[in-house]
């Protein structure tokens, strides 16, 4: 694969026409990443809670009325998750809301990987059948389940359906379907995550059981915002205006002291400061420690660990999540490794001409909870799309997939086309435009492949397999700074489709060390600074010496040791230059 090429993100002519006296400290850096995004208006980037859409999705006045019909009657409500982050917090805000809303039977039960396989299945619903459920409400999950809805509604059950995935040609037979990417919705912003159209339900509930003469008697469901800011930065959807109010507020929250147990033990775990919490503190630290759990054993204990107000039991269970999230690591450093020779033995065979467009990778020994992972790391070294597959259990045929995609190739339609082109070689699928799930049999797996292949190629030009990385330009000697790398952690949430800032500049390197095994520690000289920058690269070391001038694209970065703060340059690519 050719090197990533480093292109300059557009800034529109609006950029610094904010008015003085709407934001008089705003650095222009600043300003000039907003345009970048598309921010123009100080009003786009005003997060308050009074900004948030109106609870406006289709389906939620049935919702609703089946929910207060069910307070009312104090009926049994079990809430069926997914096994990862979303689907977690989603399950956690719904227990802890709805008991905020009167509900006093209500509880949960969150699919396993290896016995029931993805969502509200009929086998789950087997297995709720002792508790005697008269309401199952999905969370991130069901807008697929046909089975698992009829399942439930032939033993009795009322099912309400909510979910963010796209649906297909025919939606589930469901009491009440709550998803603003059903076809004709009008809700503005089909960004929400599971756990946010779950807490869009609680305010509609909320507002329906508390009318506005009983405004004042209102429960306080911002109490669930940390929550919800969690499961949307984990889920990787875009951060519109919206989910940036949203993931704001809780980071709020999380930066006061006001967490839940859980979210302040695993902060801990994963030795973060959550009175400067970040977005990228939920991505890279605290989401994957749930989605471990998820992915290795069981989420019930990440749920748990959501759902307890005892602080001592929230730090038992984040340690157990860290120790499951470190074998994880480990498992996928291994996968991810057979998957590199094996792309490598292609490219010996065929040359870089010969790799496909859509690439699909199996191996009998992985784990199915982690290919996931697996297909993102392959996806960022190859920049295409890339389906990564394993058995799904010890016994039988059926094998897990799960792919991720790159911009222009939407990866859910594209599974989609397969399907239609190959009816049945697809047991089931579903996900979003850049990450889907599968399951197919074993014996098909070379058909899927060419398959796959063939709508990749059919979709994806030459120069779209090209990687491009995108900077906010270079910086001007004044603004490598401490001052602005505050300035700019402070101007998030950063995310999806609201990417952190990213500068490039040529430097020469003064000094490098190797720490960790594989990150690259520098010193870097700049032309116009007197003093050298402190610099990092992880996972970049590959053996050989750096070279002795380079360009970077780097974020700059609050470093903190020993209580001291200092400005080091956080690097995403290296590459020489003259």
């Not at 305010?203 to 209102?218: G, I, N, Q, V």
């Not at 959807?237 to 147990?261: M, Y």
């Not at 490598?480 to 402070?490: E, I, N, T, V």
């Not at 190797?514 to 520690?521: A, D």
Request: with cysteine; net charge negative; charged share 25%.
């Amino acid at each position: 694969m050719n090197s990533p090429r480093i292109e300059r993100r557009i800034v529109p002519a609006q950029a610094g026409t904010w008015p003085d006296h709407v934001h008089p400290v705003l650095h222009p850096v600043v300003r000039r990443v907003y345009a970048a995004r598309g921010i123009v208006s100080p009003d786009e980037v005003e997060y308050r809670l009074a900004g948030l859409l109106p609870p406006t999705i289709g389906g939620m006045d049935r919702a609703c009325e089946l929910l207060a019909a069910a307070i009312h009657a104090d009926a049994r409500i079990v809430v069926v998750g997914d096994f990862d982050c979303d689907g977690a917090t989603g399950v956690a805000v719904a227990v802890r809301g709805l008991r905020l809303l009167g509900v006093r039977n209500v509880g949960y039960a969150v699919p396993n990987r290896m016995r029931h396989g993805y969502g509200l299945s009929p086998a789950i619903v087997e297995e709720l059948l002792p508790r005697k459920p008269d309401v199952l409400i999905t969370v991130d999950n069901g807008i697929a389940a046909h089975d698992g809805v009829a399942a439930a509604k032939a033993h009795g059950m009322r099912v309400i359906v909510t979910d963010h995935h796209l649906p297909g040609a025919a939606l589930p037979d469901a009491d009440a379907i709550v998803n603003p990417c059903v076809p004709g919705d009008q809700f503005p912003s089909k960004a929400l995550a599971g756990v946010g159209v779950m807490f869009y339900l609680l305010l509609a509930l909320r507002a329906r059981l508390f009318p506005d003469d009983l405004r004042d008697a209102r429960p306080d469901l911002s109490a669930l915002l940390d929550l919800v800011a969690l499961g949307t930065v984990a889920d990787l959807v875009p951060l519109d205006r919206n989910n940036r109010i949203l993931v704001e507020a809780g980071l709020k929250r999380i930066r006061s002291g006001r967490a839940c147990a859980g979210i302040a033990a695993l902060f801990a775990a994963g030795k973060r400061d959550s009175a400067r919490a970040v977005a990228s503190d939920l991505g890279f630290a605290v989401g994957p420690r749930l989605n471990a759990a998820g992915r290795l054993e069981d989420m019930t204990l990440g749920i748990e660990c959501l759902l307890t107000d005892d602080a001592s039991r929230a730090s038992e269970l984040a340690e157990t999540l860290s120790a499951i999230n470190a074998e994880r690591r480990e498992l996928q450093a291994d996968m991810v490794e057979q998957a590199q020779a094996e792309v490598y033995k292609w490219k010996m065979q065929h040359g870089d001409d010969g790799l496909p467009h859509g690439v699909v990778l199996f191996d009998p020994d992985w784990h199915h909870g982690v290919v996931g992972l697996v297909a993102s790391k392959l996806k960022e070294s190859l920049h295409r799309p890339v389906i990564a597959c394993a058995p799904a259990g010890e016994r039988g045929d059926e094998v897990k997939a799960s792919g991720r995609s790159i911009p222009g190739f939407h990866l859910r339609d594209a599974l989609a086309e397969v399907d239609a082109r190959h009816p049945g070689l697809i047991a089931r699928f579903g996900g979003h435009a850049m990450a889907a799930g599968l399951s197919l049999n074993r014996a098909d797996l070379e058909k899927f492949g060419e398959a796959f292949d063939a709508v990749a190629r059919a979709h994806l030009r030459s120069e779209m397999l090209d990687a491009i990385l995108l900077s906010d330009g270079e910086l001007a000697s004044a603004d490598f700074s401490l001052d602005l790398a505050g300035k700019l952690r402070q101007a998030g949430p950063w995310g999806q489709g609201f990417p952190e800032p990213a500068f490039d500049g040529e430097f020469a390197v003064e000094s490098w060390k190797v720490v960790g095994e594989k990150h690259l520690k520098f010193k870097l000289r700049h032309s116009q600074i007197v003093e050298p920058l402190d610099a990092i690269a992880f996972g970049a070391y590959s053996g050989e010496p750096p070279p002795s001038r380079v360009r970077a694209v780097f974020q700059l970065d609050v470093n903190e040791w020993n209580g001291r703060q200092s400005l080091q340059l956080l690097i995403g690519h290296l590459e020489a230059c003259g």
